[in-house]
């Protein structure tokens, strides 16, 4: 299927895919500086405590291991269990090639901190719905049908191709990625779920929903 947005290798879900959660680790990215926001969205609280550590006990109570995904020299006062970036760019792709660099034989999980009407459930669909043949899995709106590639899983065995499409081809974003290789699409049952609030005028709609 093609369109103006490039080539999709978007795969529906075959019979025997597997689908289990081993090898599979979690990671919240924090990195970025939350201009828009204006304050650091990490630390913003819609569900009684920081995003980050509330996406990060979510990631943690379904996969062996969540981490959090820093940039150099940031801190986190919760956990211990942090990846600094560690290519010199900016943007979410470091972060998800930091952590496949510092663990390569695990897959990743990724969630955005600034997504507060996630819940555990839509995590569970993810999961639920991974094809470890395809490059990824990215949950998509049924309004848009494009990847979320925060809120997706990455294959180890896309480490290569990822790393390929950044270093050498200079591209820095992940939904352009999935758009134009192999990973599968899951929707989850409510498109609001897969909200970002980026500025105070969404972070205040989504307490507004939330409380």
């Not at 979510?58 to 990846?83: E, N, P, W, Y």
């Not at 034989?105 to 639920?128: C, H, M, R």
């Not at 499409?165 to 897969?194: G, S, T, W, Y």
Request: proline share 4%; aromatic share 8%.
């Amino acid at each position: 299927m093609t369109s103006s947005l490039g080539q999709r290798n978007y795969r529906k879900r075959k019979e025997g895919s597997v689908t289990s959660n081993d090898e599979l680790y979690g990671l919240v990215l924090m990195g970025g500086q939350s201009s828009r926001m204006g304050t650091d969205k990490s630390v913003l609280n819609y569900h009684g405590k920081p995003q980050v550590e509330y996406l990060f006990d979510l990631l943690g109570a379904k996969l062996s291991k969540a981490f959090v995904s820093v940039r150099k020299g940031q801190s986190v006062a919760f956990t211990d269990r942090i990846i600094e970036d560690s290519l010199d760019t900016k943007g979410p792709i470091n972060g998800i090639i930091s952590a496949m660099r510092a663990h390569p034989n695990k897959s990743w999980l990724v969630l955005a901190v600034d997504l507060p009407f996630l819940t555990e459930q839509t995590i569970d669909q993810l999961i639920k719905n991974r094809d470890q043949t395809a490059l990824g899995t990215s949950l998509a709106t049924k309004e848009t049908g494009l990847p979320e590639p925060l809120i997706a899983i990455w294959e180890a065995h896309a480490r290569p191709v990822l790393e390929e499409f950044h270093i050498e081809q200079d591209m820095r974003c992940p939904r352009k990625f999935m758009m134009n290789h192999e990973v599968h699409l899951a929707h989850p049952q409510d498109d609001q779920e897969l909200y970002n609030a980026n500025n105070l005028d969404e972070y205040e709609f989504a307490k507004s929903l939330i409380q």
